[in-house]
């Protein structure tokens, strides 16, 4: 299986929150990162948070970081249907490691 | 500026012809890399450049040719691919190839295979 893992799938109603989950193996990961990827498209680089780090907000964006359990997730807040798009967690050791990536769909 | 260029687009070739790929930055940034993106998956590192020299080739067929030019350009040669190399293939960079570096992604380069 792959190192870095998310569910596959996030279904919301529009104006909700959405979170999405990733589990990661190595500790010794020194930045963890949430892109966007929308159909068609190349990654777009939402938010990372670096390890030694429990939290990050960023506009609508919260990342939460949980080391000991190597737990990382993804809040989005007030979701908008354009938040519509695959969502990959990856870490960074010595090369770019992705998580299969969460599609998050939002009906309106 | 947080961009990184690709082109074409989108790309159709046959098994037999050549084509290349071309990436560009103006961050600065001295590394970059070649993904591979197949449907309904994470990219796959193809190849990292650092400092204008190959520093990872990820045991990827002959068929692809990594070249870098200079510190902002980046081109995949390609001859004689298979159906099965059709994919997204994305290019990054960063600022030195460093561990832990971010790297921020082009919008890809869709090839067919015929």
């Known amino acids: 299986g792959e190192d870095v893992e998310q569910s596959l799938f996030l279904s919301v109603r529009e104006g909700d929150s959405s979170v999405i989950n990733c589990t990661y193996t190595?500790?010794?990961?020194?930045?963890l990162y949430w892109y966007k990827q929308e159909p068609g498209a190349g990654l777009q680089l939402l938010t990372y948070i670096f390890s030694n780090m429990d939290m990050k907000q960023d506009q609508r964006l919260t990342v939460l970081l949980n080391k000991k359990d190597k737990h990382l997730s993804l809040r989005i807040a007030d979701t908008q249907t354009g938040d519509s798009a695959i969502y990959f967690c990856a870490e960074s050791i010595t090369n770019m490691r992705f998580g299969a990536g969460t599609r998050l769909t939002v009906k309106p | 500026d947080t961009e990184v260029t690709q082109t074409p687009k989108h790309l159709v070739m046959g098994m037999t012809n050549k084509k290349s790929l071309k990436c560009e930055q103006h961050m600065g940034h001295r590394a970059m890399y070649w993904y591979k993106q197949k449907a309904k998956k994470p990219p796959e590192l193809m190849f990292v450049y650092s400092y204008e020299k190959l520093s990872i080739n990820e045991s990827v067929p002959s068929r692809f040719s990594p070249e870098c030019p200079n510190s902002s350009l980046l081109n995949l040669h390609l001859h004689a691919l298979q159906p099965e190399d059709s994919a997204l293939y994305l290019c990054?960079?960063?600022?030195?190839?460093?561990?832990?570096?971010?790297?921020?992604f082009g919008p890809g380069t869709r090839l067919l295979v015929l």
């Open positions: 190595d500790s010794s990961s020194t930045y």
């Open positions: 990054a960079s960063s600022q030195g190839g460093g561990v832990g570096e971010t790297q921020y």
